[in-house]
């Protein structure tokens, strides 16, 4: 069984649409989780960041963790064109200098004008 | 967060052989990661290198296959040695930097593909 499994996609939405990108973990250790997006050709771009359980939210972003159930979403609202790209979750037990980042497979989102 | 210059930004190759990536950053940092990210798979870390010191190397990755250098603070390169097509795959360079708490950034990317 994989550490971390992510939805796999790909998911294609209207414009203006409302995003839910999933990722479940089996390590109750981890403690620090990240989504990075990934255009094509380019590399993966930090987008959200967060410590232990809780929500945070970044304009259209909105980063949920729930270590109980070992589940990480990312909401994406009023989703645009320019969201599209591949959407990889990682998660690490402790920072990044002595704790070695596990990332999901990623999942390709489509938004359609 | 940094600049993180990579070059090249892809390339063709024979099999056989050898390719160097570079990798700049426009800061000093103490940690440089190199990743693996092959089609349809998570990324993976090939190696932590640090400045002063020997790379370190993670399980499935040898230092003949993907030698590293760090000659200062803001660069590193990774080489992909005696290359097959099953070297095909984007490597990414990163660095890990304090920004309200350490983050991971990570540079463009280069997309090898070997015949």
Redesign the interface.
Same mark, same amino acid.
């Given at each position: 069984q994989k550490e971390?499994e992510q939805d796999p996609g790909p998911l294609s939405v209207p414009e203006g649409a409302i995003v839910s990108l999933n990722c479940t973990y089996s390590n109750s250790a981890f403690q620090?989780f990240?989504w990075?997006r990934q255009y094509s $050709?380019?590399?993966?771009?930090?987008l959200m960041?967060t410590?232990s359980s809780g929500n945070k939210e970044d304009g259209r972003f909105t980063a949920q963790v729930d270590k109980s159930s070992k589940y990480i979403s990312l909401f994406i609202r009023d989703s645009q064109p320019s969201d599209s790209a591949t959407y990889?979750c990682?998660m690490s037990v402790g920072?990044?200098?002595g704790s $070695?980042?596990?990332?999901?497979?990623?999942t390709q989102l489509t938004v359609n004008p | 967060?940094a600049v993180?210059s990579?070059k090249p930004?892809?390339d063709i190759c024979q099999r056989g052989t050898s390719l160097t990536i570079q990798c700049q950053v426009d800061s000093q940092v103490?940690?440089m990661f190199w990743y693996r990210q092959q089609p349809?798979?998570?990324?993976t870390?090939i190696a932590t290198a640090n400045q002063g010191s020997e790379a370190t190397y993670?399980s499935g990755f040898v230092i003949d296959k993907f030698p590293i250098s760090r000659p200062n603070l803001t660069f590193s390169t990774l080489t992909v040695s005696n290359m097959s097509p099953e070297d095909s795959s984007i490597y990414?360079c990163?660095v890990?930097l304090f920004v309200?708490?350490?983050?991971?950034?990570?540079?463009?990317?280069t997309?090898l593909s070997v015949l």
């Open positions: 971390v620090y990240m990075y $050709r380019k590399g993966p771009e930090l960041y410590y990889l990682a920072e990044t200098s $070695r980042l596990t990332f999901g497979e990623g | 967060s993180i990579q930004s892809r103490t940690m349809g798979q998570s990324l870390l993670e990414l990163s890990a309200g708490a350490e983050k991971l950034f990570f540079g463009s990317g997309q």
